[in-house]
C-alpha cells in the first residue's frame, strides 16, 4: 500500500511550518518514520515534494514492553474562534478596510484544549449542543483549522462527521464508494476487494446503483458507515452517527467498532449518550462552552455530566413552577429545597446498606438470592412529594435496573423537617456473576411524566457488591432471568 500514513500537524507558526517542510524534504526515503508536515493555521499546505520511490517499508515491530508508544493524537493548546457578523455587508466592509477596523465580533468556540490520545485507544467526547465537540473533531480530521495551539495526528483518518459528507448527492451509492476510497488515498483495486463487504454492511439492497439524493437519511449514513469501517483506518472519528438509523443497524456499528479496537483502531466518538460512551470507550472528555471541564475514565466523567445536567433541569423546572398549574402546597418547598442545593441540602440519605436474605449487611450475593437496599432519609425542610430511588449499575457504570418509591407508588412521601424515614427496596438478585454499584438519589416529583422534578441528593456510588460465581449456574448473558422450558 505504499508509504505508510503520515503524520499530519495543524498549528499556527509559518516558520516552523518551512523549517518541517524542509526537514521533510532532505529526510532520507530509507527512513519508516512518518513524515511530520505543519501547517500554519489559515495558510495552505505546502506543496508535496517529489521522492525518489522508496521501498516497501519494513513491519512495524512492537514496542518492547514498559516502551512507550507515540501517541496517535495529540492537542495541545488549540482554540478555534469565529467572526460574528451583525449584518453581512459588514463582511464586506471587513474585506475592504484590511483589518484597519473591526466590524465583527468575536466568538471562541474553543479554549486552549489539550490532551492525548494513544494508539489503538477509545476516548468519547460529551458535553451540552455548542459546547464545541463537532468543531474538535474537525480540526482533528484536518478540515478545520484551529487559531491557536497545534494538533498532530499520526495514520489514516476515516471520519464521518456529518451526514452525507464526501458524497456527491448526483452520484450513485456505487460511485460515491469508489468517490470516497480515492479520497481516503485508495486505488481502485483496494476498493474493488473490499466492496463487496462495504455493500454487505450497508445493505441498502438495489440503491446502491440510485443517486444519494434519493436515500434516506439512515440509508446514507448506512453506506457512510460502512464506507469508513470496511476500509480499515487507523484512526476512526465518528460524530453522532451511531444514533441515526434502526436498532438492528446500530447494534451492527457497535459490533464493527468493537472489532476495530480490538485490532487496535484509535476511536473518537461524540455522543449525548452516556451509556454509548461507556460502552465502546475507555476514556471520555466532557467539553463545557469550549472548555474542557472533565478528563478521565468514562464512568467517572459522565457521571459527572450527568450531575451538571440535572442542576440545569432543577433550574428549569423551578423556572416552570410559576404557573398556576403548580399548588401553593407543593411550591413553597419544593422552592426551599432546590434553592439549598447549591449551598446546603434539604434531604440526605444518611445511609445506604445493602442486606442479604437474613437481614445481614453483606458486599457479596448468591445468584437468586433475595436481597434488599436500605435507606435512611433525613429531612432538614418540611417537604412534598419526596421520592428515594436507587440504581444498579455496572462496571461501565451502564444502568441496569433500579426502583423508587414513585415509580413503584405512584406518590411520594411527606417529611418533616428533622424527620428520619427508612425505605427498603427487595427483590431477586438474577445478576450474572461479576462488580456492581448502587447510585442513590432523592427527587421531589409529582407528575408522572416527571417533568417537575427536582434532584435534592444524589450518590452515585452509594455502595459497591459483587454477585457470587457459581459453577452449577453459568450465566452467560447479563441477567438470569427465570424461564419455563418444555418440549413437545
Avoid at 307 to 322: I, Y
Avoid at 473 to 487: A, C, G, H, L, T
Amino acid at each position: 500500500m505504499g508509504k505508510p500514513p503520515a503524520a499530519r500537524r495543524f498549528g499556527m507558526s509559518e516558520t516552523t511550518s518551512n523549517e518541517c517542510a524542509t526537514v521533510a524534504r532532505n529526510r532520507s526515503a530509507a527512513e519508516a518514520k512518518p513524515v511530520v508536515g505543519q501547517f500554519s493555521a489559515g495558510h495552505a499546505a505546502p506543496a508535496a515534494t517529489p521522492e525518489p520511490a522508496a521501498p516497501a517499508p519494513e513491519p512495524t515491530v512492537p514496542a518492547a514492553a514498559g516502551e512507550s508508544a507515540a501517541p496517535a493524537i495529540t492537542v495541545r493548546g488549540v482554540g478555534k474562534c469565529y467572526e460574528i457578523y451583525a449584518r453581512p455587508i459588514d463582511r464586506l466592509k471587513q474585506t475592504l478596510y484590511r483589518g484597519r477596523r473591526k466590524f465583527y465580533r468575536e466568538f471562541w468556540a474553543l479554549h486552549d484544549i489539550s490532551f492525548e490520545v494513544a494508539p489503538g485507544e477509545s476516548i468519547g467526547i460529551i458535553g451540552r449542543n455548542g459546547s464545541g465537540k463537532s468543531t474538535l473533531l474537525q480540526i482533528i480530521a484536518g478540515t478545520l483549522r484551529p487559531n491557536t495551539g497545534e494538533v498532530t495526528v499520526r495514520g489514516r483518518v476515516h471520519a464521518l462527521l456529518e451526514l452525507g459528507s464526501g458524497f456527491n448527492p448526483e452520484f450513485t451509492g456505487r460511485e460515491n464508494v469508489y468517490l470516497n476510497g480515492a479520497v481516503l488515498g485508495l486505488s481502485r483495486r483496494e476498493i474493488d476487494a473490499k466492496f463487496d463487504e462495504i455493500a454487505a454492511f450497508a445493505d441498502i439492497g438495489e440503491f446502491l446503483d440510485q443517486p444519494i439524493k434519493t436515500y434516506s437519511t439512515g440509508m446514507v449514513v448506512r453506506l457512510a458507515f460502512a464506507v469508513q469501517v470496511q476500509l480499515k483506518p487507523d484512526i476512526l472519528i465518528v460524530d453522532e452517527a451511531l444514533s441515526v438509523g434502526d436498532m438492528a443497524f446500530q447494534q451492527k456499528c457497535m459490533s464493527c467498532v468493537r472489532r476495530l479496537l480490538e485490532n487496535g483502531t484509535t476511536f473518537l466518538f461524540v455522543s449525548h449518550d452516556p451509556y454509548a460512551i461507556r460502552t465502546l470507550c475507555r476514556r471520555a472528555l466532557w467539553l463545557d462552552r469550549g472548555r474542557v471541564a472533565g478528563l478521565g475514565p468514562a464512568n467517572e466523567v459522565t457521571e459527572a455530566y450527568l450531575s451538571d445536567l440535572r442542576v440545569g433541569l432543577n433550574a428549569q423546572a423551578l423556572q416552570e413552577w410559576g404557573g398556576p398549574a403548580v399548588s401553593a402546597e407543593a411550591l413553597t418547598p419544593m422552592e426551599e429545597a432546590a434553592q439549598t442545593l447549591d449551598g446546603g441540602q434539604a434531604a440526605r440519605l444518611r445511609s445506604v446498606r445493602l442486606l442479604n436474605e437474613l437481614g445481614q449487611a453483606t458486599e457479596a450475593l448468591r445468584l437468586g438470592e433475595r436481597f434488599t437496599v436500605e435507606c435512611e432519609l433525613e429531612a432538614d425542610v418540611d417537604l412534598v412529594h419526596v421520592s428515594v430511588g436507587f440504581v444498579i449499575k455496572d462496571r461501565l457504570g451502564v444502568e441496569l435496573t433500579g426502583e423508587s418509591i414513585f415509580n413503584s407508588c405512584r406518590r411520594g412521601l411527606t417529611v418533616q423537617k428533622g424527620q428520619i424515614r427508612t425505605i427498603r427496596f427487595s427483590g431477586v438478585n438474577i445478576l450474572r456473576p461479576g462488580p456492581y454499584a448502587v447510585g442513590a438519589y432523592v427527587h421531589c416529583v409529582s407528575k408522572w411524566d416527571r417533568s417537575d422534578s427536582i434532584l435534592l441528593y444524589a450518590d452515585e456510588s452509594a455502595l459497591t457488591f459483587h454477585t457470587l460465581a457459581d459453577p452449577n449456574q453459568p450465566v452467560w448473558f447479563q441477567f438470569r432471568q427465570p424461564f419455563e422450558v418444555s418440549v413437545r
